[in-house]
């Protein structure tokens, strides 16, 4: 289907765009096959107008109109939880511009999206692709250690479809083992090393769940596998991100956990985390709470409390921190999964990493993280983030999965606001590019599916525009301090705080603290060019609160 049929009105006069925080805007409304534009009426002697809505019509989450008499309303509430309403003359003109919105923000083949039309000037289609390279992360680990190889087993995407080409195995298991202990794991998903910890030389693996099934089903490649990984008299942990029923019940559907039996050396932790529809609800009443400005206190706190975010969020945390201690303090290996491997197992795995490790606390060790523990490593983006909190459908793979990292992220910086290199800011931009891009990075579910799409070589890498000097000094932290101890977070109901930068950044206005910040800035800076004169001087801080200032400019102008 063209884009031209499903723009009925391409054109519209005097429509007045009103949003939180800013005066009402009159002016021309005009949509494109990716975008809503609206261009402020011109001034007088012959002045051209400027634009002041420029909005990736991918981002728009719902659309709600209201007709009366010759005016219609539109309102458009955005996957990045912005709430924009047009005023538009005439009835006609309001149910065809609805109908069109809703039409091609809801378009769910991958190429039709707007990456594959972003063509900046300032940009190649191939930079940015190959900055984190596997080979690269294996490299560091061979540098330590020989137990370790890089296999292409699944070069050509047929032992595990959500897996990338390559991925790190023991250097004494063959391929032929591997190929058969995929058999035995959900989804072809057979244990690979997530990390390995260069201080006592313990490796977190992670995989999907074992098929054993209601008969109890065994493998002894998998077996093998798994018992390499432990040397000696060792003993591992394995951390099921579902609970001993939930485990349970996967039985009798095909599935299960690794019984004792079979793995006498590796030592079951059930930690269930919630990564469906209960999640995706808790995402939804969140979000309803913080735009009813009405509230009292005590309403307030109590839908905050209903909508159990918070919970999910101290869940993650402790599961990271337990994987964390167990590779840290007890000296064991360990190996997560859930069922399918792709969710919760990757969130776990992730947070573990900045927790323990100072260089995934850097910009470039961030990025190189995301790259291999959430987009490599398959969780379906394209699934997960199809809506945000206010769409209407309610599909059930659907789940704010990546979103609940970057919380617990920003709860780490929050409470080490010295041990981050990068600050809230780059965290906002991860979480709307997620949701609604110009860039390629985050596109389909797995990178069998890129390679199909031809995202690296048809779209740009997000990394590409972020890592360009002007863009990335925006996105450091000017208090960061390397840290080459372990962050161990507090997960107490007192220490974990709502996510305003986020969830308010359109509902109330963060210019004081932005400009605290900037002069935060500017002393950090004047310290460095005279480090005599700064000498004993310390800056008490947290982490920025919203990054960006009220603005209604849409992703399509960066880079």
């Not at 634009?51 to 981002?59: C, D, F, P, T, Y």
């Not at 969130?347 to 900045?354: E, F, I, K, N, R």
Request: with cysteine; net charge neutral.
């Amino acid at each position: 289907m063209e884009f031209a049929e499903l723009i009925k009105t391409a054109k519209v006069e005097n429509v007045q765009l009103s949003c939180p925080g800013l005066p009402p805007i009159k002016g021309t409304l005009c949509i494109t096959s990716h975008h809503l534009l609206l261009s402020s009426q011109p001034g007088g002697n012959g002045e051209q107008g400027t634009v002041e809505l420029w909005l990736l019509i991918r981002n728009v989450d719902a659309v709600e109109k209201r007709i009366a008499s010759s005016l219609g309303t539109i309102t458009l509430k955005c996957k990045d939880l912005k709430v924009l309403q047009l005023e538009i003359p005439g009835m006609e003109e309001c149910l065809n511009i609805a109908s069109s919105t809703e039409a091609l923000s809801s378009m769910d083949s991958v190429m039709m999206m707007y990456p594959f039309f972003y063509r900046p000037q300032s940009m190649k289609l191939k930079d940015g692709w190959q900055l984190y390279p596997l080979q690269h992360y294996y490299q560091q680990i061979a540098a330590e250690t020989s137990a370790w190889r890089l296999s292409c087993i699944n070069g050509d995407f047929t032992i595990c479809s959500s897996y990338p080409p390559a991925v790190i195995v023991p250097a004494t298991v063959d391929d032929k083992v591997l190929q058969k202990a995929a058999r035995f794991r959900q989804g072809g998903r057979f244990p690979v090393l997530s990390y390995y910890h260069k201080k006592n030389g313990t490796v977190m693996l992670r995989s999907s769940q074992p098929l054993i099934g209601p008969n109890r089903k065994r493998c002894q490649q998998d077996e093998l596998l798994l018992s390499t990984v432990l040397d000696g008299g060792e003993r591992g942990f394995i951390i099921d991100t579902r609970s001993a029923q939930a485990a349970k019940q996967a039985r009798m559907m095909g599935g299960g956990t690794e019984p004792k039996s079979s793995y006498p050396r590796w030592k079951r932790l059930h930690r269930p985390l919630e990564r469906g529809r209960l999640l995706q609800e808790s995402f939804i009443k969140l979000a309803e709470a913080c735009n009813d400005t009405s509230l009292s206190m005590d309403r307030w706190l109590s839908k905050l409390e209903g909508s159990k975010w918070l919970a999910h969020v101290k869940a993650a945390l402790s599961t990271a921190c337990l994987a964390a201690q167990c590779m840290e303090r007890e000296e064991a290996c360990i190996l997560v999964h859930g069922a399918e491997g792709t969710d919760t197992t990757l969130l776990v795995t992730a947070l573990a990493q900045v927790i323990l490790d100072p260089n995934c606390r850097t910009l470039t060790g961030f990025q190189g993280l995301l790259e291999r523990e959430w987009i490599e490593a398959g969780h379906p983006f394209h699934f997960r983030c199809a809506h945000s909190a206010y769409s209407h459908a309610r599909l059930k793979q659907e789940a704010p999965i990546f979103l609940l990292f970057l919380d617990c992220v920003w709860q780490l910086g929050r409470q080490f606001p010295f041990s981050l290199q990068f600050n809230e800011r780059l965290l906002l931009v991860l979480f709307e590019h997620t949701y609604a891009s110009c860039y390629g990075t985050f596109l389909c579910n797995s990178e069998k599916e890129r390679c199909l799409c031809e995202v690296k070589e048809k779209t740009h890498s997000l990394w590409s525009w972020l890592n360009q000097p002007s863009e990335l000094n925006t996105h450091l932290n000017p208090l960061y301090t390397y840290n080459a101890l372990v962050i161990w977070p507090s997960v107490e109901p007192q220490s974990l705080q709502l996510w305003q930068g986020l969830f308010l950044r359109w509902i109330r206005s963060s210019q004081y603290l932005d400009e605290a910040w900037a002069e935060i800035h500017r002393l950090v800076t004047s310290c460095e060019d005279a480090p005599e004169e700064s000498a004993g001087r310390t800056l008490c801080h947290s982490q920025p609160g919203a990054a960006y200032p009220l603005t209604i400019t849409g992703t399509a102008n960066e880079g």
